[in-house]
């Protein structure tokens, strides 16, 4: 199991999620040659958000982003500016099947001070 994390700021909620480059190893493996590659995640209640990641053509840096199913999942989340973000890839050591999940935190505030991100709780 890999995951990464990410708190989400204003472009994150409204356009597209940009990624640092180590995402890519919570993410699945691009295609040779291609910079986009497409996958569903499963969110905390077990439903499938479908995905597209693209990076860069080229240039040093990868600069992963997700496009395609990002904002319907912000939408559908309610997630806001200083919310957390986490992508899982897991490995089923029975069948070798990896397997994608998204989950979504909001942050937790107290007095104005940030204390924390708490997962959304299935409904």
């Known amino acids: 199991m890999t995951g990464c994390s990410k708190i989400l700021g204003k472009i994150d909620t409204k356009t597209r999620l940009s990624l640092p480059t180590r995402f890519l190893k919570s993410l699945p493996p691009f295609k040779s040659g291609s910079h986009v590659v497409e ?66 935190e909001k942050e937790i505030k107290i007095f104005g001070a940030i204390i924390g991100h708490a997962p959304i709780p299935p409904v």
């Open 39 to 104: 996958f569903e995640a499963t969110d905390e209640k077990g439903e499938a958000w479908a995905f597209q990641c693209s990076t860069r053509k080229s240039g040093p840096y990868r600069k992963p982003v997700l496009t395609t199913g990002w904002v319907a999942f912000v939408k559908s989340k309610k997630l806001q500016i200083g919310d957390k973000v986490r992508f899982i890839k897991y490995k089923n050591r029975a069948t070798a099947t990896i397997s994608y999940k998204v989950r979504a």
